[in-house]
């Protein structure tokens, strides 16, 4: 299309957005810039790599009218810098922001409250001269404070408001009221001073209220950095892909941003390169190390036709591919933004320390205030006693571990389990990965290799092997079941002639039917025995039986062809058990799961695999259709946890009865794959693996639940000041200052946070390969 | 003035209530839109200037069909 010669000149203009966390964020955004910016041509905003990509004239005002409607949508926006160059990670850029902004606060009131607690706590103990007690030395502390109070403390005061807004109260209102009363109370004294009204030996508490405020801020800080570390598997994922690619135009190299390439590119990836985006090889030979996406450490040798993922490393020879998926539709785009929807769900528990959250804090108000009324009119104490009792109360009951306890520990486990090649598609799924009981096995594809090979050939009396594999190759070659492909190859490598056929039809799970198109009127069926038995009408030769019955007492599958209504042959298709089928049952079984396998076979061949693997229940000749009932049998009303482990396509319905549905794949077809865990390696193992992590990840929230309340329960009577009438204990349990109450909220944070990262260095038992940094491209 | 409350499909974060409410705040003839989390939507509206099925048409076209 030639634009109308009026028309000013677009260029693609791109900037970071951020906030986005689901794939409805990016929609609203797309949504919101081609409703309000007419000019804006081929909006595109990408959620994994959270860019806003559009086609504008070059035009300052234009570019900001995209940035109004994104801030309308009620999203932030990173401009692009001076030089064009494209914005660098927005979320990267956030996080680095957080974790600058909270240092500096920090900093800021290390600064002021450092000498104030020094020279306060130096004249309560009588350090320093009288002087000290002098009403400029009090002016002067409160001219410390004060920043403290509101530049340090700011955070805290505009989260209370919008919480009390909502008509919440969360834990920043503690932590503000806290602050506030203990610094409001000793501008009154430092009031009453300098009126002259003041009583003999008042005190200030100007150093509790900055301590408390900087402590906090250094615990804000701490997490600000660890999230930063948290979010690394994400980051590495990204970094997988090259700048550029090496695309072929009219027979010459040229080496082009990733950004310009088209599906349909063909592009060179030497030998030592990352492949750049999803395609398919059109001429080379190489193996290729999927270990990045995968998890799986052996490399894989490719050939023309087979698939590339974008982000794996071609290691020994030169390969030409033709791009089929660029942009957020690769494989890894689409990997990383279910990585980041899976951390930002929220968990079912995290619900449960909400909902806790939102009664604790209202309840913790009423006992400040019952403290400070117990002490103030109870006992009789002073002002002052009863105001720190009720600021210690206010600041250790501060639940902000709580609210770090299960995000942190998802964020962690989802991170490593990516790295292994398992991802869950939201926090509930690897809430409920911890609670499998039972562990449903598809065969083919799953326990097996999936790419079954014809092992052998029996024809019935008067027929020939070609003759058998001639027909039923030619009926199978419109089918797309598996076992249709090992027909198709067995007859390319024998060389025989496969004419063409027509009315086909295919009878899920019974078998095929159709007309040989080159001898008129020919009808050949293949497919299961008591199908074709049925159509039959009478016993199958006595020999084949025989032949039959041993095959699939090996676990082979066998398929049976009729031709015309007269027994045509048998057909023997094995498929390789994976290497690791055996260790992946037993594993599950040494964690107390049950193995059940459900497979479409026949009883005698399921058998074969379940007896040779180890699995302690079968349900063969299970017809597509019926195997989401079985997995809801078992699943005994809900009384037990099942998971259904299959490929994503073919079993999605039993995947979505099951309540972990793990689809196994590999390539880009992971990408399809709708269950709640995708495992991206071919290995029964991951299984096993999942749980471990699920179980691992529950247990660390739970820790730190523990970590985060516990301490906060144990502590509150003794703030309140129960311990007081105790005289032989030491000081400061006898009555815990709130300085003490603040380092020892800061503390709780930290150590739940360092508790979650953890999870990022557990080994997993059961899992063939240790995590290899070393191995990683750079 | 009319209150009608519809129950759409896709909610998924705070985000998305926000979405809904700046969206539908701009039909002509809303007075007052409130969106939950549970997927609850909210419409004050004069009828006479705004039939219902242009809220469920904006509804759609904005990706949270009423369920």
């Not at chain 1, 004294?189 to 200030?204: D, E, I, K, L």
């Not at chain 1, 006992?367 to 009119?377: C, I, L």
């Not at chain 1, 079941?481 to 063409?500: C, K, N, Q, T």
């Not at chain 1, 259904?644 to 073919?650: A, E, L, P, S």
Request: net charge negative.
């Amino acid at each position: 299309m030639t634009p109308a010669p009026a028309a000013p000149e677009t260029s693609k203009w791109e900037v970071a957005v951020t906030g986005m966390t689901c794939a409805n964020c990016s929609a609203a955004v797309e949504r919101a810039i081609r409703r309000r910016v007419p000019e804006a041509a081929e909006v595109t905003v990408n959620l994994a790599t959270e860019r806003a990509s559009v086609a504008i004239p070059d035009d300052a005002e234009v570019q900001d009218s995209v940035v109004a409607a994104i801030e309308w949508a009620g999203y932030g926006v990173i401009r692009p810098s001076e030089d064009g160059a494209p914005p660098v990670d927005a979320e990267a850029e956030a996080r680095g922001r957080e974790r600058r902004d909270q240092r500096r606060l920090f900093l800021l009131g290390l600064a002021l409250t450092g000498p104030l607690f020094v020279a306060s706590m130096a004249r309560d103990f009588g350090l320093i001269g009288a002087w000290s007690h002098a009403l400029w030395v009090n002016l002067l502390f409160a001219a410390l404070a004060t920043p403290v109070q509101f530049v340090v403390g700011w955070g805290f005061y505009r989260g209370s408001w919008g919480a009390l807004r909502n008509g919440t109260a969360n834990m920043d209102v503690l932590v503000a009221l806290g602050s506030t009363t203990a610094w409001a109370y000793s501008c009154v004294v430092v009031g009453q001073q300098v009126a002259g009204t003041a009583a003999p030996g008042s005190h200030v508490y100007f150093e509790t209220s900055a301590v408390i405020l900087t402590l906090i801020r250094l615990g804000k800080w701490l997490e600000a950095e660890a999230r930063g570390r948290t979010g690394d598997a994400i980051r590495r994922l990204m970094e997988l892909r090259p700048p550029t690619a090496r695309r072929i135009e009219g027979g010459e190299e040229v080496e082009v941003p990733l950004d310009s390439v088209r599906v349909g590119d063909l592009l060179r990836v030497r030998p030592g390169e990352t492949v750049p985006v999803d395609g398919t090889i059109t001429d080379g030979r190489s193996s290729v190390d999927e270990s990045m996406l995968t998890g799986e450490s052996l490399p894989v040798e490719k050939g023309p036709g087979a698939e590339v993922v974008g982000g794996t490393l071609n290691q020994t020879g030169s390969l030409v591919l033709r791009a089929t998926h660029v942009g957020r539709d690769t494989a890894l785009a689409r990997i990383v933004r279910m990585v980041e929807e899976a951390q930002g769900s929220r968990a079912p528990i995290q619900r449960l320390a909400d909902q806790v959250s939102a009664i604790f804090v209202p309840v913790i108000l009423v006992v400040a205030a019952v403290t400070f009324g117990v002490w103030y009119w109870g006992v009789g104490s002073d002002l002052e006693t009863s105001i720190v009792r009720l600021v210690a109360v206010l600041v250790i009951a501060c639940p902000c571990a709580l609210g770090l306890a299960t995000p942190t520990a998802i964020l962690v486990g989802s991170g490593r389990s990516a790295e292994r090649g398992i991802l869950f598609r939201d926090s509930a799924a690897l809430e409920r990965a911890a609670a499998i009981e039972v562990a449903v096995f598809d065969k083919t594809g799953t326990l097996t290799e999936g790419r079954p090979a014809v092992h052998e050939i029996h024809p019935a009396p008067g027929r020939t092997a070609d003759e058998v594999l001639r027909a039923v190759a030619a009926v199978e070659a419109s089918s797309e079941h598996p076992l249709a492909g090992a027909i198709r190859r067995a007859a390319a490598e024998s060389g025989v002639e496969v004419g063409s056929v027509v009315d086909f039809e295919a009878f899920p799970g019974r078998g095929v039917r159709a007309r040989l198109g080159s001898i008129e009127g020919r009808s050949v069926r293949v497919g299961r025995r008591s199908w074709i038995e049925e159509h039959l009408g009478r016993e199958l030769p006595a020999e084949l039986l025989e032949r039959a019955e041993q095959a699939e007492a090996a676990g082979r599958t066998t398929l049976w062809a009729t031709i015309d209504d007269a027994p045509l042959g048998l057909t023997v298709v094995s498929d390789q058990l994976r290497p690791t089928s055996r260790e992946a049952i037993a594993e599950l079984h040494r964690r107390g799961v049950r193995s059940v396998l459900l497979t479409g076979d026949n009883e005698r061949t399921a058998r074969g695999v379940a007896a040779e693997l180890g699995i302690d229940e079968v349900h063969a000749e299970v017809l597509p259709d019926r195997k989401a009932e079985v997995v809801q049998e078992l699943r005994d009303g809900g009384r037990r946890v099942v998971a259904m482990v299959g490929d994503g396509i073919n079993d999605a319905p039993a995947l979505a009865a099951a309540d972990v549905g793990l689809a196994m794949g590999t390539g880009t077809d992971i990408a399809m794959a709708t269950a709640p865990v995708t495992l991206m390696r071919g290995d029964p193992r991951a299984v096993a693996e999942t749980l471990a992590l699920g179980d691992a990840t529950l247990r660390v929230i739970r820790q730190n639940l523990g970590w985060a309340f516990g301490y906060n329960v144990l502590l509150i009577p003794i703030a309140a000041g129960v311990l007081w009438s105790f005289s032989g204990l030491p000081a400061p349990l006898r009555a815990l200052h709130p300085i003490m109450a603040a380092g020892a909220m800061a503390f709780s944070s930290v150590s739940v946070v360092l508790n979650s990262l953890r999870l990022g260095r557990m080994s997993i038992e059961g899992s063939g390969r240790p995590p290899t940094e070393g191995s990683r491209p750079a | 003035m009319t209150t009608t409350t519809v129950r759409v499909k896709n909610v998924t974060c705070g985000h998305c209530t926000g979405t809904i409410e700046r969206e539908v705040a701009e039909l002509e003839g809303v007075a007052r839109v409130q969106a939950s989390a549970s997927g609850e939507v909210t419409v004050e509206y004069d009828e006479g200037r705004l039939p219902w099925a242009d809220v469920e048409s904006l509804l759609r076209e904005i990706n949270y069909p009423p369920a």
